[in-house]
């Protein structure tokens, strides 16, 4: 990082451009821009309760955006974050519904290991097959998203089926409240204090460790780290895992937290924009909390913005598509060579 | 039975239009995840503009000017502004998404979903009764789409472009020293993805249903893309694995209506298309060996 005010700009101009031309759309489309600008700003930060829900959703965003950090530094294009999302949750709900009996002492442990275990799984076979087979990564995670999707259908209407719900909204049955993390609020002391150990961890991971140097030069330059006699394939397996690890993790805190079971079509896109949480955060771990903050709000503005404005909710994600369209061109200066704009054709 | 079939090409179509729409651009080396996105606005603007004036014929005309617009806009900030083609690609299906779910509630005050005024003409009438009653659901795209198959190969096969991407694809210097504008091929190749996949996304709105739905496509894109790689990048093969795909969704499908005619969770029969993806994207890689060009 060659200078710190460059850097941002790099993500900032992006981020401008995206909100300018989305709010031109707007203005085009007969929208009032500043009742729209006050209700973002309301849904985010201002109205009572909204930076609650900003932080609800910064934490999720945050964690899974950890583990895309270590897959795009190693030049691993693991997307598949949804689907270890969901299978975490799968992985976390398991505990509390199978073993209700046993203190939460132990039950809470075993559904965060659960769900630790389940997204690392999801994602190890993406990186198994990648790493052993030479599979590509990009096509398979989108694939075990799908399968995800299915999967955790069928278990919210088979195996765990809560009967009093159907569809969309097909779910397990709701665990027991000694077990919960957090109330439907999803803000607690017990959340804050975990997603800051996993960002102590990240960080140390990344920033400190043998392992994260290593996985930076096996994505900037595979060649060098094999001579340097590196294993590659011991750190690619890791790095899947990791990344796994950090989604199911999330997966299982919704599970824990605010949502209190698991549901079908819950949290859809939070694994694509914790993707572009952690470009947007340069995939450093500070900057991918910052960026987690921003992205948070924009969700609690999501929801909110029906309440002050009649601009739909889906406006918002036109802006988040745009950022994510525009993040990784190169609009002034050329970017110093990192994992995220190598394109490997 | 004939229903059965019927089911299996009618979810077969926008995947082998998309599908070998996609084809060009991973040809050209560009993995193109926008697909999703495109097919979405194409299915949208089908209906919105040929709702408005009345005329399906305007409305894929319509598509089909936005997807160029759009895969021009993908293709100048992959190619131009060297933006990361799968990031950027996400990006693209995430304002699609967005995209036609705003403009359906901007302009026509609909939210969820908007029927169609138009629809695509069911050009074979089929008798009144009897087990081929069903072919006179089959719209005019679906009757045209072995001609669409001849069209592309011929595309690939024979012409100037087609030859030009497959030396890209293959030996990407070896083209530039050759002489070929990688640029502009990867353009031209990117436009003819982006007319394709109006036509998938028509064909998905208007060819049976005459509806649009926010996000219709429901990953759609992403299996036609599996269906290239699932079907090697050969315009044949990746039309047979886009029927495969569209079989695999009709048995879940039906397994839905028949229940009780199989104890397998109809899950597990959706799931087919994309473990079979795995497999087969496997198997090649593997076959493939380590120093092979990456598709992606």
């Given at each position: 990082m060659r200078s710190g005010l460059a850097a941002s700009l790099r993500a900032l101009v992006p981020i401008a451009l995206a909100f300018a031309l989305g709010f031109a759309l707007f203005a085009a489309s007969g929208y009032d821009v500043a009742a729209v600008l006050a209700g973002l700003w309301q849904g985010a930060v201002a109205a009572p309760g909204s930076l609650e829900q900003s932080l609800r959703w910064a934490l999720p965003l945050a964690i899974v955006s950890l583990g895309i950090i270590i897959t795009l530094r190693t030049g691993e294009f693991n997307i598949g974050a949804q689907g270890q999302l969901l299978v975490g949750g799968l992985g976390a709900v398991a505990a509390p519904l199978l073993l209700p009996d046993l203190p939460p002492a132990i039950v809470i442990p075993l559904a965060l290991l659960g769900g630790i275990i389940g997204g690392a799984l999801w994602s190890g076979i993406a990186g198994a097959l990648k790493v052993w087979f030479n599979s590509d990564e990009v096509i398979n995670t989108l694939m075990l998203n799908f399968i995800a999707v299915l999967l955790i259908q069928w278990f919210t209407t088979g195996p765990f089926k809560d009967d009093s719900t159907r569809g969309e909204n097909a779910s397990t049955p709701r665990i027991d409240l000694s077990f919960r993390l957090s109330d439907s609020s999803g803000v607690s002391l017990e959340l804050l204090v975990i997603v800051v150990i996993a960002a102590l961890f990240a960080w140390l991971l990344v920033e400190r460790s043998p392992f994260g140097l290593q996985s930076k030069l096996v994505g900037s330059s595979p060649r060098v780290a094999a001579w340097q006699g590196l294993r590659i394939r011991r750190i690619h397996i890791l790095t899947y895992l990791l990344a796994g690890a950090f989604a199911g993790l999330a997966g299982a805190l919704e599970v824990l937290g605010p949502s209190g079971r698991l549901v079908t079509g819950a949290t859809p896109t939070l694994g694509f924009t914790a993707i572009v949480v952690a470009i947007v955060g340069l995939l450093r771990v500070p900057g991918a909390l910052l960026a987690a903050l921003f992205f948070g709000g924009l969700q609690a503005a999501i929801l909110f913005l029906p309440i002050v404005t009649n601009?739909?909710?889906s406006g918002l994600r036109i802006i988040e598509g745009l950022v994510a369209l525009l993040i990784t061109a190169q609009f002034i200066w050329r970017r110093r060579r990192d994992s995220a704009s190598e394109s490997e054709a | 039975m004939e229903q059965f079939v019927v089911t299996t090409i009618r979810l077969s179509v926008p995947l082998i239009f998309a599908g070998l729409g996609g084809l060009f651009s991973v040809r050209a080396g560009i993995f193109h995840i926008g697909i999703e996105g495109l097919m979405l606005a194409g299915a949208f603007v089908t209906v919105a503009i040929g709702s408005a004036l009345g005329s399906v014929w305007l409305g894929i005309g319509g598509a089909i000017a936005v997807n160029l617009l759009l895969s021009w806009v993908y293709w100048f900030l992959i190619d131009r502004l060297k933006a990361d083609m799968i990031i950027a690609g996400l990006g693209l299906t995430t304002l699609c998404v967005g995209g036609t779910a705003f403009l359906m509630s901007a302009?026509?005050?609909?939210?969820g979903s908007m029927t169609s005024q138009v629809r695509l003409p069911q050009p074979v009438v089929g008798p009144q009764e009897g087990l081929l009653a069903y072919v006179s659901e089959l719209s005019l795209l679906a009757w045209l789409l072995p001609l669409f198959v001849l069209i592309v190969w011929l595309l690939l096969r024979r012409s100037r472009l087609g030859l030009q991407l497959a030396a890209i694809g293959e030996y990407p210097y070896a083209a530039e020293a050759a002489g070929v504008n990688i640029s502009r091929s990867k353009l031209y190749a990117m436009l003819i993805t982006g007319i394709c996949c109006a036509l998938a996304g028509a064909e998905l709105a208007v060819?049976?249903?005459a509806a649009f739905s926010e996000n219709m496509t429901n990953g759609r894109g992403f299996i036609a893309l599996a269906a290239i790689l699932f079907g090697s990048l050969d315009p044949i093969r990746t039309t047979l694995a886009g029927l495969f795909f569209g079989l695999a969704n009709a048995v879940g499908i039906n397994s839905q209506i028949y229940a009780?005619?199989?104890?397998?969770?109809r899950q597990f029969i959706l799931m087919l298309p994309f473990a079979a993806t795995i497999f087969f994207v496997t198997l090649r890689g593997y076959a493939s060996g380590r120093n092979a060009p990456r598709v992606s």
């Open positions: 601009l739909p909710s | 302009f026509f005050n609909k939210r060819g049976g249903l009780g005619a199989s104890n397998v969770p």
